[in-house]
C-alpha cells in the first residue's frame, strides 16, 4: 500500500507534467526536446528555433493541437516525429535548405499543411499518409511525389514551382475553395480521381489531367499551358463562373459532353491544334460571353439556346459561322457584341490573355479568368435593355 505521502508525490508529479504539457514549446538545440518527454499531448504550440540540426520527437507524444513551426532553420536536415498522430494547427515548414528527412509515420490529421522552400526535399516519410486537413500549400520543394498526402476532403490544394514533382494524385472528394496546381515539373500528371466538386480550379504547366468524376465547379475552371493532347470531363454538368482552356499547344481533343450550364465566360484560344470542337453535346446555357480563336475547321454547339454575352469565334481555318449567324438572328445570344469570321490572318480572344502571364509562387489566386471590358459589358448593355424594354 503506497502511503499518503507517496500518493501526493505521485500526484503532484502528474500534475506538474501536465502543466509542461499545456505550455508552448521552444526548441532551440535538439536536447530540448526533453522537454516533451512526459508528454503524450501537447496543449500548445511547438516552434524550432533556427540552430536546431535534428529534431526527434518522443515516441510517446500522439497529438499537438497546436502549430508545429520551422522558419528559416537553415541547418535542420532532419525532423522526425514517431508517434505523432495529429497537428491540430497549422504545419509550417519554411526556409529548411538541407532538410532531407522529414518523418511523421504515424501523422493522419492536420490543420493546415504550409510547406515553402524546401530545396533538399525529395519524399516525405508519412507512412500512413495524412488524410485530413483543411488547407494544403506546398511551394518551392524537390518534391517528386505527394505520396504521404491522401487528402479526402479540403479547404484549399495548392501546388506550385515544385519542378520535380512528376505527378499528383490525390484521391480528394471535394474542395471547397481552390485547387491549383502550376510550373510544377514539365509534364506533371494532375490526376484526381475522386473530385466530385470544387469551387475553382486552375491547373496550368501539366502534362495530363485526368477528373473523371468531377460534376461541378461552383466558380470558375482554367487550364493553362498545359501538354495534354486530350481532355475529358465525361461527368461535368456545370461551372459556375468561367471555363477557359487555353495555350495547350498539344490540346486535339476536348469533351465535355454533360455540360449543360457555364455560368460565365466559356472560352478556347491558343490551342493550336485544336481543330475541331465537337465534345459539348449538351452545353445550353452560357451566362457570360462565348470566345472561340483558333485554328477550328468545325465548331459545333448542338444545343445552344442561350448565350447572355457576346459571341466571337475567330478561326484562321474555314469555320462555319451559318449556324452562329442564325443562332444570333434568333435571339440566342443576347450580347450585342457579335463576331464570328473564318480565314482570319490572326485569330483574337476578346477575353484578357491568361496565356502569358504564368504566375508564379506562393499562395498567389492570379488564376482567375479575367473578362475583357468591352465584352464584358455586352452582357450589362443587354440587361439593361432588358429593363427598359
Ligand atoms: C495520369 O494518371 C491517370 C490516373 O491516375 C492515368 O489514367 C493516366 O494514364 C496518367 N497519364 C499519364 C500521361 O501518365
Ligand atoms: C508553359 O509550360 C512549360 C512547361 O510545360 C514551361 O516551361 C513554360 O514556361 C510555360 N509557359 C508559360 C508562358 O507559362
Ligand atoms: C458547390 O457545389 C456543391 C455541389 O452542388 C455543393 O455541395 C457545395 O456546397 C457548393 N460549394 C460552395 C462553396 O458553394
Ligand atoms: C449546324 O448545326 C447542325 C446541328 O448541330 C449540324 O448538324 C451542322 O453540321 C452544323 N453546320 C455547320 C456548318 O457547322
Ligand atoms: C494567345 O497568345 C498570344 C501570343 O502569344 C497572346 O498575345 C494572347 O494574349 C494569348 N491569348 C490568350 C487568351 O491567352
Ligand atoms: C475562386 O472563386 C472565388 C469565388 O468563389 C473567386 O473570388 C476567386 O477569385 C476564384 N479564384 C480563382 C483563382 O479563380
Not at 25 to 40: N, R
Not at 98 to 114: C, M, R, T
Not at 205 to 215: C, M, R, S, T, V
Request: aromatic residues 6%; negative net charge; hydrophobic residues 40%.
Amino acid at each position: 500500500m503506497p502511503s499518503i505521502k507517496q500518493l501526493l508525490l505521485a500526484a503532484m508529479v502528474a500534475s506538474m507534467a501536465a502543466a509542461a504539457c499545456d505550455e508552448d514549446v521552444t526548441i532551440e538545440s535538439d536536447g530540448d526536446v526533453s522537454q516533451l518527454a512526459s508528454c503524450s499531448k501537447l496543449t500548445g504550440k511547438v516552434t524550432l528555433g533556427k540552430k536546431v540540426t535534428s529534431v526527434a520527437l518522443p515516441a510517446t507524444l500522439t497529438s499537438i493541437t497546436g502549430d508545429v513551426v520551422a522558419d528559416g532553420a537553415a541547418n535542420l536536415v532532419a525532423f522526425q516525429a514517431p508517434g505523432l498522430r495529429t497537428i491540430g494547427g497549422s504545419f509550417t515548414l519554411k526556409g529548411l535548405i538541407v532538410l532531407s528527412n522529414l518523418a511523421f509515420p504515424e501523422l493522419v490529421s492536420v490543420g493546415d499543411i504550409n510547406w515553402a522552400t524546401l530545396p533538399a526535399l525529395q519524399n516525405l516519410g508519412f507512412t500512413k499518409e495524412v488524410s485530413k486537413a483543411n488547407s494544403v500549400l506546398i511551394t518551392d520543394t524537390l518534391l517528386n511525389t505527394l505520396q504521404g498526402i491522401n487528402l479526402k476532403t479540403a479547404e484549399r490544394f495548392n501546388i506550385n514551382n515544385n519542378r520535380y514533382l512528376r505527378s499528383v494524385d490525390v484521391a480528394l472528394t471535394q474542395v471547397s475553395d481552390l485547387l491549383l496546381i502550376e510550373s510544377n515539373g514539365k509534364g506533371v500528371n494532375a490526376s484526381f480521381p475522386d473530385l466530385k466538386w470544387a469551387n475553382n480550379i486552375t491547373v496550368r504547366d501539366a502534362g495530363d489531367i485526368y477528373f473523371p468524376k468531377l460534376q461541378k465547379v461552383n466558380s470558375s475552371a482554367a487550364f493553362v499551358n498545359n501538354t495534354f493532347s486530350a481532355a475529358d470531363f465525361p461527368e461535368l454538368t456545370s461551372v459556375g463562373e468561367s471555363f477557359a482552356l487555353i495555350s495547350c499547344s498539344k490540346l486535339e481533343k476536348i469533351t465535355a459532353n454533360s455540360l449543360e450550364t457555364v455560368g460565365g465566360t466559356f472560352q478556347l484560344a491558343n490551342n493550336t491544334k485544336l481543330t475541331t470542337v465537337d465534345g459539348f453535346g449538351a452545353l445550353r446555357v452560357v451566362g457570360g460571353a462565348i470566345d472561340l480563336s483558333g485554328t477550328f475547321k468545325e465548331v459545333l454547339l448542338p444545343k445552344l439556346d442561350d448565350v447572355r454575352g457576346g459571341f466571337n469565334l475567330q478561326s484562321t481555318d474555314d469555320v462555319n459561322c451559318g449556324n452562329f449567324t442564325s443562332l444570333k438572328s434568333a435571339g440566342v445570344v443576347k450580347g450585342d457584341d457579335f463576331t464570328c469570321e473564318g480565314k482570319k490572318e490572326r485569330a483574337e480572344s476578346k477575353t484578357a490573355g491568361l496565356g502569358t502571364d504564368g504566375s508564379g509562387s506562393g499562395d498567389d489566386t492570379s488564376g482567375a479568368v479575367r473578362v475583357g471590358a468591352s465584352f464584358a459589358t455586352a452582357l450589362l448593355a443587354g440587361a439593361v435593355a432588358m429593363f427598359v424594354l
